[in-house]
C-alpha cells in the first residue's frame, strides 16, 4: 500500500520525531523511506503505524481511477464554488462536506490537494488562525513533494492568512510569490479573476493605486461578463477606495453608488453595510463628520456577524473625537471594547488598542503613556507601520503638550522613521 504521504502528514501534525513512531515497529531508517513512498510496506507494519498515529484504516481508499476522479471532480467544484461566490455560510457547508467525507487516498498528489483546499476554506472563515499557521507550517515540510499548481495554492493560502492576521507587508511579500508562479499553472478564467482581485485589494491598502486599478479592473471584466453580480460589487467598492486614495473623491463616490445600485437591483443587502462604511469613509475624509457618522451607524445596522461593526465602531470613535464629543467617544469605545471581549478572537487585537487609546486620551488624566506605548509595540509586531506612525505622533504631541520636551522628540523621532517606511521611503530628499 502507497501510504507513506498519508503516515509522514499525520506525523509531522502531531509533531512526533521517526523515532519515537518507529519504535518497536521497524528503523527510523526504514520509516524514512515508507514516508517517501520509496518501498511498500507490509500491511502488518501499516496496521501499527496507524494505530500509533490513530488513523482511521477504514477511511483509506485504494488506488481506484474511478474514485479519485469523482473525488477530484468534487473536490475541484467546491473550490471553485467557495472562491467565486465568496458567500460565508456557504463555505461552511462545503467545508463541512468536505470534513465529514475526507477518505486517504493513496495518491499523494490528490491528498495534498485536498489539504491544501480544505485549508484555505479554513483560512477564509478565519477559523482559528493560529490552527491555520500550525497548519501552513506543517504544510511546509511536504512541500518538497509539492507539483506547481499545489505550491500556487501553498502560496496564495500564505498570502491570505497573513492579510487576515493583519501582516500586510508579509501578505504582499507572499502574493508576489504567486505571482512569480502563475506561468508555470495553468490557471482557470475564473482564478485568474480571483487572483487579479486579491492583488488589487493588497496593493490598495499598499497604497500601490495605479497598478492596483489595473488588477481590479481585469477581474471586474471577468466578474460582469459572469454575472457573479457580488463580485461585481466588491470590485466597485475597491475602485472606489482607490479613487478615495488618490483624492479623486467625485469618482469614488460614483463607484460607491453603482455598488449600492448593485444592492438594490439584485437584492444584497447584506452587502449594504460595506457601501456604508465606505461612503461614511469618504464623508469622513472630505470632512463631512456629521454624514460620516450616519454612514456608519447605517453600516452597523445592516451587519448580521458578530465581528464586522468593530471596524465601524473604530470609525465612529474617530469622527466623535475630532469633534471632541468626548462622551460620545468614550461610549462606543466602551461598545468596541465589550464586543472584542464577546469575540475573545486575538485576531482582534488591534481594535483593543484603537478603542483603550482613545478611551484613555478621553479620560480625566488623559493620554495613557503605557497604553500608548503597548499599542505601538503591538503594531510593530504585527508590522502595521501605519499605526505605529499614527500613535507615535499622538504620544509626541501629547508630551509637547505637557511641556516633556525631550519625550516629545523621542516619539517625533520615532514617528518620523516609521513614516518613512510607511511610505517605503529612505531619505528625506525623496519626499
Not at 149 to 163: H, P, V
Not at 289 to 318: F, M, W
Not at 395 to 404: D, I, P, S
Request: proline share 2%; aromatic share 12%.
Amino acid at each position: 500500500m502507497k501510504v507513506g504521504h498519508l503516515i509522514k502528514a499525520e506525523r509531522i501534525r502531531q509533531e512526533m520525531k521517526q523515532l519515537v513512531l518507529a519504535k518497536g515497529i521497524c528503523t527510523p531508517s526504514y520509516l524514512s523511506k515508507i514516508e517517501r513512498n520509496l518501498i511498500l510496506p507490509s500491511e502488518d507494519i501499516v496496521s501499527l503505524l496507524f494505530n500509533r498515529l490513530g488513523i482511521d484504516p477504514t477511511k483509506l481508499q485504494k488506488s481506484d481511477q474511478q474514485s479519485e476522479i469523482d473525488f477530484e471532480k468534487m473536490l475541484k467544484d467546491a473550490y471553485k464554488e467557495v472562491i467565486t461566490n465568496r458567500d460565508e455560510n456557504f463555505t461552511k457547508q462545503k467545508l463541512n462536506h468536505l470534513e465529514q467525507h475526507s477518505p486517504l487516498f493513496e495518491n499523494q498528489s490528490l491528498y495534498y490537494t485536498y489539504l491544501l483546499i480544505v485549508l484555505r476554506f479554513r483560512i477564509i472563515l478565519r477559523l482559528n488562525l493560529d490552527e491555520r499557521k500550525k497548519e501552513i507550517e506543517d504544510l511546509q515540510v511536504l512541500s518538497e513533494d509539492f507539483d506547481p499548481r499545489q505550491m500556487y495554492l501553498y502560496k496564495i493560502n500564505q498570502a491570505i492568512y497573513y492579510y487576515s492576521t493583519e501582516n500586510r507587508s508579509k501578505s504582499i511579500e507572499y502574493f508576489e510569490d504567486v505571482l512569480l508562479l502563475v506561468d508555470e499553472v495553468l490557471l482557470e478564467s475564473w482564478e485568474k479573476a480571483e487572483l487579479n482581485y486579491m492583488i488589487g485589494l493588497v496593493y490598495t491598502v499598499d497604497s500601490r493605486i495605479l497598478t492596483s486599478i489595473e488588477y481590479i479592473r481585469k477581474a471586474l471584466g471577468y466578474f460582469r461578463e459572469n454575472f457573479l453580480m457580488k463580485r461585481v460589487l466588491d470590485c466597485y467598492i475597491l475602485i472606489g477606495i482607490t479613487h478615495k486614495k488618490s483624492e479623486q473623491f467625485p469618482e469614488a463616490y460614483e463607484s460607491y453608488l453603482k455598488a449600492m445600485q448593485i444592492c438594490d437591483e439584485f437584492n444584497l443587502d447584506h452587502e449594504k453595510r460595506i457601501v456604508y462604511h465606505n461612503l461614511g469613509s469618504l464623508s469622513s475624509i472630505m470632512g463631512n463628520n456629521e454624514e460620516a457618522i450616519r454612514y456608519y451607524k447605517l453600516s452597523i445596522q445592516y451587519i448580521t456577524n458578530e465581528d464586522g461593526p468593530l471596524i465601524s465602531i473604530h470609525c465612529l470613535v474617530i469622527e466623535y473625537t475630532k469633534m471632541n464629543n468626548k462622551e460620545l467617544a468614550n461610549h462606543w469605545c466602551d461598545e468596541g471594547i465589550s464586543l472584542f471581549l464577546q469575540l475573545n478572537d486575538k485576531n482582534f487585537t488591534s481594535y483593543y488598542h484603537h478603542f483603550s487609546i482613545f478611551k484613555s486620551l478621553h479620560s480625566e488624566p488623559g493620554l495613557s503613556e503605557t497604553i500608548t506605548k503597548q499599542a505601538i509595540d503591538y503594531f510593530k509586531t504585527i508590522q502595521d507601520y501605519q499605526y505605529v506612525h499614527k500613535y507615535s505622533i499622538l504620544l509626541a504631541e501629547w508630551h509637547f503638550k505637557n511641556r516633556k520636551y525631550k519625550l516629545s522628540s523621542i516619539y517625533y523621532q520615532e514617528a518620523n522613521r516609521y513614516g518613512y517606511i510607511y511610505r517605503k521611503i529612505k531619505r528625506w530628499e525623496d519626499l
